[in-house]
C-alpha cells in the first residue's frame, strides 16, 4: 500500500510561486511514474505534470515553463515548482503514484486512470 502526503500549499499573489511536496511511503511506487493533479470546483481533475522512473517529464500546456516537477534521489519525496503563478491555477493539487512505466512523450502519464494511488491534497489560492 502507497501513502501521499501533500504539503506546500497556501495562498499567493499573481505572479508569484510555491513549492508543493508529496512525501510518499510504501512499497511498489519507486518503479512506477508520479504525478501532480489539480481539480477546480465543477472540473475534472487534471494532470499538471509527471515523471517516470527515468526523469523523463511530461506537463500540461497550460503550465509549460512555469511549473517544474522533481524528486529527491530516493524518490521518497515529489515536488512541484510553480514560478509565475495565474489565478486559473487555483485548485486543490494532488500527488499521484503508481502511474505508467516510462513517459516517452510531453503529453504522457498525465490521465487520471493512470495512476493508483492518490493523496489528499492541498490547496492553492492565486489571487490578488
Known amino acids: 500500500q502507497v501513502q501521499l502526503v501533500e504539503s506546500g500549499g497556501g495562498s499567493v499573489q499573481p505572479g508569484g510561486s510555491l513549492r508543493l511536496s508529496c512525501a510518499a511511503s510504501?512499497?511498489?511506487?519507486?518503479?512506477?511514474?508520479m504525478a501532480w493533479f489539480r481539480q477546480t470546483p465543477g472540473k475534472e481533475r487534471e494532470g499538471v505534470v509527471a515523471i517516470d522512473i527515468d526523469g523523463m517529464t511530461s506537463r500540461a500546456d497550460s503550465v509549460k515553463g512555469r511549473f517544474t516537477i522533481s524528486t529527491d534521489k530516493d524518490r521518497n519525496t515529489l515536488y512541484l515548482q510553480m514560478n509565475n503563478l495565474k489565478p486559473e491555477d487555483t485548485g486543490m493539487y494532488y500527488c499521484a503514484a503508481m502511474g505508467p512505466l516510462f513517459i516517452s512523450s510531453f503529453s504522457e502519464g498525465l490521465a487520471e486512470n493512470e495512476y493508483k494511488a492518490w493523496g489528499q491534497g492541498t490547496q492553492v489560492t492565486v489571487s490578488s
Open positions: 510504501g512499497s511498489g511506487y519507486k518503479q512506477h511514474s
